[in-house]
């Protein structure tokens, strides 16, 4: 895939992955739509993008999915035209299950779920239209594999992969790829702002984030990904991509690994 003039429209794009994704686009000569609830910060992330003038603002809520074919519109009337579509906006949970309230859960299910598919669903006929079109889904390790103090979370990813490999199969005759991005720990904000079981922000960097890819890094191997129009790729630690294997070949013993991590 020639990136050079490439039209990428990208969800969660004022912080984390989204941001760093958007200024490695940007060194590639693409062509920017940079969506999130946070206009003030996505303004921030033009300003740190080599030419700005080929990046559009374009605030949206994941939630508020009524809204979601006027901004298609709005997104199309930007550079007349969409090659790719990066949903990667979204948010986390730290709770246990028993301690996680169900509108908890709903609400991470109209974010990340229902948000991504209805987004997806709006732009999916210009992609049949132009005989063309990429979507790349950030979702998870945990989208493979449930851990605990995640439930929430990783119902959310597991459904996403559900949708969109079924999805993969329905438009690959329109020449639509699609592409699943699955990140172990990376260092962003995205345990700070989980959600804990009451709904409020956990507010707290977890250590094992902390310590994760840098969220430059990880832009890097998810551009590469994406050139090379990759099905799924895991990018990440070395034990969270091998957790991946163990559960496909030895689920058992992933299991007893599983029961192992902290629950406090």
């Not at 329109?174 to 409020?200: E, Q």
């Not at 890097?220 to 163990?246: D, F, R, S």
Request: with cysteine.
């Amino acid at each position: 895939m020639n990136l050079k003039g490439s039209i990428f429209w990208i969800t969660g794009a004022s912080s984390g992955i989204g941001k760093s994704l958007a200024i490695k686009l940007a060194e590639q000569n693409t062509k920017l739509i940079l969506s999130s609830r946070n206009k003030i910060a996505l303004a921030d992330v033009k300003r740190l993008c080599k030419n700005p003038e080929n990046i559009f603002i374009l605030p949206l809520d994941l939630k508020k999915h009524d809204e979601f074919s006027l901004k298609v519109t709005e997104a199309l009337g930007a550079f007349g035209s969409i090659d790719v579509l990066v949903n990667n906006g979204g948010l986390s949970q730290r709770s246990l299950v028993k301690d996680t309230d169900i509108l908890v859960d709903k609400h991470l299910m109209d974010v990340n779920y229902i948000g991504t598919v209805a987004l997806t669903k709006a732009i999916l006929p210009h992609f049949i239209a132009n005989k063309k079109g990429h979507f790349v889904v950030t979702t998870s390790i945990v989208g493979k594999i449930g851990t605990p103090l995640r439930s929430s979370y990783a119902a959310t990813k597991h459904a996403l992969h559900g949708f969109f490999d079924s999805l993969r199969a329905e438009v690959f005759n329109n020449n639509i790829k699609v592409t699943l991005v699955c990140p172990g720990f990376v260092k962003t904000n995205v345990s700070k702002n989980a959600l804990t079981g009451d709904g409020s922000p956990q507010d707290i960097m977890d250590k094992a984030t902390a310590n994760g890819i840098h969220p430059d890094r990880f832009a890097e191997l998810m551009l590469k990904a994406i050139k090379k129009q990759k099905q799924e790729v895991y990018i990440g630690g070395a034990k969270e991509k091998l957790a991946v294997y163990v559960k496909r070949f030895f689920p058992k013993l992933l299991s007893k690994m599983i029961r192992k991590l902290s629950v406090t």
